[in-house]
């Protein structure tokens, strides 16, 4: 089923900080990607050296679940490379 789907990721103060618009569910994948490499990148820089560790595991269970692509799609946030 193709159905429109419409995401929109706030910031606290309800500015609008990524918004996604797609057709099929499959391609929700792409939101989470993207909160991901953001939840990576404010762990990174602003982590615990606990939280810091917990990365490489982190990723490991992404590859686990999703396969090798998706730590490639996770880089630039769930979209598809366009270096091409």
Known sequence: MNMYISVKIRHS???????FHFTGVHNLDRVMLWIW???????????TKRQKSAISD?????RSQFGWNAL?????GGQKCKLH
Do not use: C, N, Q, W
């Open 13 to 19: 103060s309800g500015k609008v900080v990524k918004s």
């Open 37 to 47: 490499r953001d939840l990576f990148v404010v762990m990174l820089a602003d982590g």
């Open 58 to 62: 982190m990723l490991d269970d992404i």
């Open 72 to 76: 490639k799609l996770l880089l630039y």
